[in-house]
């Protein structure tokens, strides 16, 4: 299968720690990236490879992977948060990429 | 710094050819690290990879998109074409070029600010 699964929605109050995740058969063989999305603006990407940040990302930002499943975690969420996220990996093949369907989290 | 800028029409007539470039600044096409990509997104929807092209020349497309799409390349290397044929209002969309960093992980590092494309009569 070349589909990767994400919950719709997560909610997460201030402060707290909220964990998104990525299911894909590929993700068996690859390693998911990570996308924050904000309303009318480009993806930035938050977390790429075993779990490396780009420069300028804040350390609240962290991944993992067990089995099929990667996952995202944000340890001390702020309202700057708030946004949509994006999980990314190559498909089985390796020939193509695919996106998850994207978690909208809601900072309360 | 890396920067990227679409440009092209925002509206394409069904079964016409959508057509849009992509303008890297403080980068080139040519590099054998990175994939040049386009990516879309339909409005409230998710992202959709549409293809790469890799070292002046290599393509590789979304299997689903394949028969429709072609990426290339200008002998500058400092711009890449995206053209879709055949289009109808599921093209409609936000497309985005971006930086990808060869290896086993995708990481879209450098992004455009995306062009609205919308396919009406």
């Known amino acids: 299968s070349s589909e990767l699964t994400q919950d719709p929605a997560v909610s997460v109050a201030l402060g707290q720690t909220v964990r998104i995740t990525c299911q894909g058969d590929?993700?068996?063989?690859?390693?998911a990236s990570w996308y924050q999305q904000k309303p009318g603006l480009a993806p930035v990407l938050v977390i790429y490879a075993k779990n490396n940040r780009p420069s300028g990302i804040s350390d609240r930002f962290s991944g993992s992977k067990l089995g099929k499943t990667a996952s995202l975690t944000i340890t001390g969420a702020q309202a700057e948060d708030e946004a949509d996220y994006y999980c990314g990996a190559r498909d089985s093949s390796g020939n193509s990429v695919v996106f998850g369907g994207g978690t909208k989290v809601t900072v309360l | 710094q890396v920067q990227l800028q679409e440009s092209g029409p925002g509206l394409v007539k069904p079964s016409e050819t959508l057509s849009l470039t992509c303008v890297v600044s403080g980068g080139s096409v040519s590099s054998s690290s990175y994939y040049w990509t386009w990516i879309r997104q339909p409005p409230g929807r998710g992202l959709e990879w549409i293809g790469y092209i890799y070292n002046s020349g290599t393509t590789n497309y979304n299997p689903s998109l394949e028969s429709r799409v072609t990426i290339s390349g200008d002998t500058s290397n400092t711009q890449f074409t995206l053209r879709l044929t055949s289009v109808t209002a599921a093209d409609t969309a936000v497309y985005y070029c971006?930086?990808?960093?060869?290896?086993?992980?995708?990481?879209?590092?450098?992004w455009g600010q995306g062009s609205l494309v919308t396919v009406s009569s």
């Open positions: 971006a930086r990808d960093t060869v290896g086993a992980s995708p990481s879209f590092d450098f």
């Open positions: 590929s993700l068996r063989i690859y390693y």
